[in-house]
């Protein structure tokens, strides 16, 4: 995972007493705002400041953070907790972009075993007993961190944070990642269940080659004799 990095910006700015409301600040430069969070130098349609600015939740008339996908802005006070909700966000969709990758190297793999395993040579132990611990690691390693990204909002106690959460979420389309990688978790497990079914195919056509060698070695035995 060393070899992926998601950089995101927060600006962060502390409120003082004689400043310009929220809602003022939004309304003035709402350009120049949007400008900074799609990292733009051209002035943008009203289009795209609308859902550059789309993503806004406030807890008082004093602060209010604005999500986009590059970038954040915070006005607060203190915003330490709302700075880690949004790095653990950052930090799912980056597990998730390389849980994905490795997805993808998997389904490969298991393609490959599939269609190997129709013309591999019979072995008298198992032909494919490596090639399904591989795939049935990779399938266990890639559940267990599905359900560490997807639990991780049971972490959050404080309904805000885990709205902001939620905003950050839906911004960055954990949601579609999410849904993208349980199908293929599922097509793994079942090209996994069709190399077992294979396995179990092939165990059965060794048993029965030995029962008719016992046999032919009774009917056999006599005459040498």
Do not use: C
């Not at 007493?17 to 799609?38: C, F, K, P, T, V």
């Not at 399904?132 to 106690?157: D, H, M, P, T």
Request: charged share 25%; proline share 2%.
């Amino acid at each position: 995972i060393q070899d992926y990095a998601e950089d995101y910006l927060i600006f962060e700015i502390i409120p003082g007493a004689g400043d310009l409301s929220i809602d003022r600040i939004l309304h003035e430069y709402r350009q120049e705002l949007a400008q900074i969070l799609r990292s733009e130098s051209l002035p943008l349609s009203e289009e795209q400041i609308t859902d550059a600015l789309a993503d806004r939740i406030s807890y008082s008339p004093r602060d209010t953070v604005i999500v986009n996908w590059n970038a954040a802005f915070i006005f607060d006070n203190d915003a330490e907790d709302v700075r880690a909700v949004l790095e653990l966000a950052n930090v799912q969709l980056l597990e998730m972009r390389y849980l994905d990758r490795q997805l993808d190297h998997a389904l490969e793999q298991s393609y490959a075993v599939l269609a190997g395993s129709r013309t591999r040579s019979l072995n008298l132990i198992n032909p494919l007993h490596h090639d399904l611990q591989r795939i049935s690691l990779l399938q266990v390693e890639g559940a267990l961190l599905f359900e560490g990204v997807s639990n991780a909002l049971k972490l959050l106690g404080d309904q805000y944070l885990a709205r902001v959460y939620r905003l950050a979420a839906r911004r960055f389309h954990l949601a579609d990642w999410d849904g993208n990688i349980s199908r293929k978790l599922n097509a793994i497990g079942s090209i996994y269940q069709k190399i077992e079914g294979r396995v179990d195919a092939r165990r059965n056509q060794l048993l029965e080659l030995i029962i008719v060698l016992l046999i032919l070695f009774e009917i056999v035995l006599p005459w040498v004799k």
